[in-house]
């Protein structure tokens, strides 16, 4: 099961991170704010950011990349996906059950 990364401008995150789960695209998201350095049109930028970790399926997860892009204020968002190798099964039928269209959880 994979474990979408997905970065954000402070402003928008919580926005993100509530629509993929109210939407069952997620289990749940996890956020962590940083600070980035990266290379824009050719200059050096350093931002306040927030990391989410979105929890969802093999299934899920094309719908769950497609949604954050149309969410995301950036031109170019960075959504990476991890997979684990190893997973606790309780955890791991829970997140399915939670991303069901029509689960009960």
Known sequence: MPTAYVT???DAASDIAHALVEERLAACVNR????????WEGEVHE??????LAKTTDERY???A???ESLHP???PCI???EEA???DRFGDWRASAVEPNGSE
């Open 8 to 10: 954000a401008p402070p």
């Open 32 to 39: 962590f704010e940083c600070n980035s350095v990266y290379r």
């Open 47 to 52: 931002e306040a950011e927030v990391i989410l």
């Open 62 to 64: 094309p719908e769950l």
């Open 66 to 68: 497609e949604r954050v």
């Open 74 to 76: 950036y031109d170019v």
């Open 80 to 82: 990476e996906r991890f």
């Open 86 to 88: 190893d997973l606790l």
